[in-house]
């Protein structure tokens, strides 16, 4: 047997080694179209939560490339109800468990890791797994600083790794086509970008009633060591398995959370991949009273070489829209329906010709990334794609809190006219974790 299926782990929470049953079906074996295990891509999950056991579930379990193998999280619950989930799709026993995803890594049958923790262990889990020889799916956004996304970047190129950003919206078929009509002028010469997030008025108006949460005992099962992992050692309030993204030691609220995936596409349309604004400037209002001190509020305005301007502000209902204006036309784009909403025509019927500017194509954001691991080619969001979306999120941020406007330089990743603002381009990591 082939040592992608049938490994025994050596976890502290392992179930063991796989059970046999008792009758095989055709499909185990490779019969009836199907991939025989020894075949699959083995994928260790990284944090099973309900983000990270929806795409298992939906995404990589249904995927005839993929067999998932492990699953880690520092809540015991959370990896006993996986290893159930995951067992019963496959009918066997053969999930592993790990509290420490350390363990995970070190197993040499695992190939890839998906990671959906919270926002402030991404790059570091991700840096640890490329070293450990292993390809990665992380969630967005794939990083908190931009030092951070550097040091990704480096990593996963020095190791040789394939990396997925989970900007997924880049493997549906409409945002390529919004974005290939920008990419070849269908409304001339792009102009402005304007982006709405979610509004956080609601969030904030129960933070500042509810004041600072009292300390409170560890759930059973839950290693909040771990969990604060490189944050700082701060005693126990709640707030750990969805709220995090309201704590700035966690995440950076939804400026990060459905920003990077507005923002990505925003890039992608204006072929920014690489590269960035070269002036950005904003203002806002942080979370006051309470345990969350993201911000709720805010409008950033970010400059292009060129002259593009894209705005960002919050106040949209649902999940979001982008309104892309250019010299001969615009049109909006709707997150909630994942399609062009409205426009000054009806660019949705627009076609792009054979001999017009193409996009990567993908359909599938999970096969896309599967199919890499074997092509050894390079996934619709790389490293540096998912670095530099998430970099634009974070320079926002740090216009506002700095005050004033600063010039960025897309090429060194350094700001132009403030010691300040550049040393907020990386954070403390608490010891023993590394990047």
């Known amino acids: 047997m082939n040592r992608r299926h049938f490994f025994k782990s050596t976890g502290t929470l392992a179930t063991g080694a796989l059970a ?12 009836d179209g199907a991939v025989a295990p020894s075949n699959r891509i083995t994928v260790g999950l990284i944090g099973a939560g309900d983000r990270g056991m929806h795409v298992i579930k939906n995404e990589f379990i249904p995927n005839k490339n993929a067999q998932v193998v492990a699953a880690c999280d520092a809540f015991t619950p959370r990896v006993k109800g996986a290893i159930k989930t995951i067992d019963e799709a496959y009918g066997n026993k053969g999930c592993a468990g790990h509290a420490d995803f350390r363990e995970l890594l070190a197993n040499k049958g695992i190939d890839a890791v998906f990671i959906a923790t919270p926002d402030h262990w991404h790059t570091p889990i991700a840096n640890y797994a490329a070293r450990a020889g292993k390809d990665i799916y992380s969630e967005k956004p794939v990083t908190l600083t931009v030092a951070e996304g550097q040091a990704l970047c480096a990593t996963v190129k020095k190791h ?11 493997s549906m078929e409409k945002v390529r086509h919004a974005c290939e009509l920008v ?61 995090f993204r309201w704590r700035s030691d966690y995440g950076a609220g939804y400026i990060s ?88 025509s009806d660019f949705s019927s627009v076609t792009i010709k054979p001999n017009e500017i193409r996009l990567y194509r993908s359909d599938n954001h999970v096969d896309n990334f599967l199919s890499c691991i074997r092509t050894r080619q390079q996934t619709i969001s790389p490293a540096e794609v998912g670095h530099r979306s998430a970099s634009i999120c974070h320079l926002g941020v740090i216009a506002m809190d700095v005050g004033k406007a600063l010039d960025w330089d897309p090429v060194a990743e350094r700001f132009g006219n403030s010691a300040d603002a550049n040393g907020m381009l990386s954070r403390p990591i608490r010891s023993p974790w590394h990047l």
């Open 183 to 243: 990419r070849n002028g269908k409304i001339g010469q792009a102009l402005t970008v304007e982006i709405s997030l979610p509004s956080s008025r609601a969030l904030e108006e129960k933070n500042r009633k509810a004041g600072m949460p009292k300390i409170e005992p560890l759930p059973e099962g839950f290693d909040y060591e771990m969990w604060l992992g490189p944050a700082p050692l701060v005693p126990y309030r709640g707030s750990c398995f969805w709220d």
């Open 257 to 344: 959370d459905w920003g990077t995936h507005i923002l990505d596409f925003a890039q992608w349309m204006m072929g920014a991949d690489g590269s960035g604004p070269i002036r950005v400037e904003g203002k806002g209002e942080r979370m006051r009273g309470g345990l969350w001190d993201v911000y709720w509020k805010y409008e950033v305005e970010y400059t292009y070489a060129g002259g593009l301007k894209l705005i960002l502000k919050e106040g949209a209902e649902g999940q979001g829209a982008l309104k892309v204006t250019g010299s001969e036309g615009w049109f909006t784009y709707s997150w909630n329906s994942q399609s062009i909403a409205a426009g000054s």
């Open 20 to 31: 046999f049953p008792t009758i095989i079906p055709s499909s185990a074996l490779g019969l």
């Open 160 to 170: 040789a790794r394939i990396y997925q950003s989970g900007t997924q919206g880049r």
